[in-house]
């Protein structure tokens, strides 16, 4: 199911337990909609986001950033990574830079 045809309030409780930081598969047993539906809003959801900031993060006279950790993993995390996994896989952190 393509998510154009998911109601706002679909929308809303899958947005709400991506930013809580649910798996995708918890959130599809709690809403009943795919995890590729899920994956797609996501991905969406991650686009309109980027184009608001690099369209209103602009010229900003920043003297101090504070900022946490942005970590994640890819496909397992760290430490159930084996030697003859895909090199691909574990842990992932986003670093800034100025």
Known sequence: MSNYF???EQKI???AALA???SIRSIERMTGIH???IM???VRIGQGCARLLDEKMRGLDCKRLELD???GFIGKKMRHVKED???TLGD???YLRD
């Open 85 to 87: 996994d895909d090199p």
């Open 6 to 8: 998911l109601k706002t």
């Open 69 to 71: 950790e942005i970590w």
């Open 13 to 15: 409780a899958v947005t």
């Open 20 to 22: 809580e930081g649910s």
């Open 40 to 42: 797609r809003l996501g």
């Open 35 to 37: 995890r590729d539906t």
């Open 92 to 94: 992932v952190w986003t």
